[in-house]
């Protein structure tokens, strides 16, 4: 079955602390993977679009990398306006149009 | 450049009623999908529309049923509402067979359920 795992749940960080979040995916051939920023009460604001293995796509302070079993979301000196959740999804290869989501990490960063 | 909208953003309803939400896809865009997510938890696909027609269908009941207008406006009806149905629906477009079949969330319709 396909699925998305993120870790960690929560993350807090100083301002200016870089650190990872981790999504692993399990697809049955990969179409794309998806970084999306959720602010509290608001709808997903799509960030990067991954297709293959050693892709990398970076915005800002943000670098997303995709191997064959994982992706990273790399932040470096996060700022506190960088706090929200950030969700993972995945496509699959094979006659479907859904993504799917991983329950996302909660990013909060202290200035 | 328009976005996705959604109509309206938080409404209240009362335990066996029936709810319509509404959707504008972003500007250029003819695909509309529609998800839940529960507090707490990532978006859950509900179903796809294209060309007016329901082009997948994710594993929520008969209850829950869509339409999609000739404009790719699109409609997301829930009957004999439940307590559990109370969550954000989110509406996402889509251009079909381009931008990587990258989708674009609205802000969000809030249900509460009573």
């Known amino acids: 079955e396909d699925q998305v795992t993120q870790s960690p749940e929560a993350l807090r960080l100083q301002e200016g602390e870089s650190s990872s979040l981790n999504c692993s995916y399990t697809v049955s051939g990969l179409r794309g993977l998806f970084w999306y920023r959720q602010d509290p009460g608001k709808g997903p604001e799509f960030l990067f679009t991954?297709?293959?293995a050693g892709e990398e796509k970076e915005k800002e302070r943000l670098k997303a990398t995709l191997t064959k079993k994982e992706s990273f979301l790399h932040i470096t000196a996060p700022k506190p306006e960088d706090s929200a959740t950030y969700l993972c999804a995945v496509q699959a290869l094979a006659g479907t149009y859904k993504y799917i989501f991983g329950t996302g990490t909660r990013l909060k960063v202290l200035a | 450049d328009a976005g996705v909208t959604q109509s309206p953003t938080h409404l209240i309803k009362t335990r066996g009623q029936q709810v319509t939400l509404r959707c504008s896809p972003k500007?250029?865009?003819?695909?509309v999908s529609w998800y839940q997510q529960a507090l707490g938890q990532g978006p859950q696909f509900i179903f796809q529309y294209y060309e007016e027609e329901e082009r997948q269908r994710g594993n929520f009941p008969d209850r829950f049923s869509g339409h999609q207008f000739p404009n790719y406006s699109s409609e997301l009806n829930v009957n004999a509402l439940l307590l559990g149905d109370s969550a954000l629906y989110l509406c996402?477009?889509?251009?079909?067979?381009?931008?990587?079949?990258?989708?674009?969330f609205g802000e969000g319709s809030w249900l509460t359920v009573v």
């Open positions: 500007s250029g865009h003819d695909t």
């Open positions: 996402a477009s889509s251009l079909a067979g381009r931008e990587g079949n990258t989708i674009y």
């Open positions: 991954l297709y293959s």
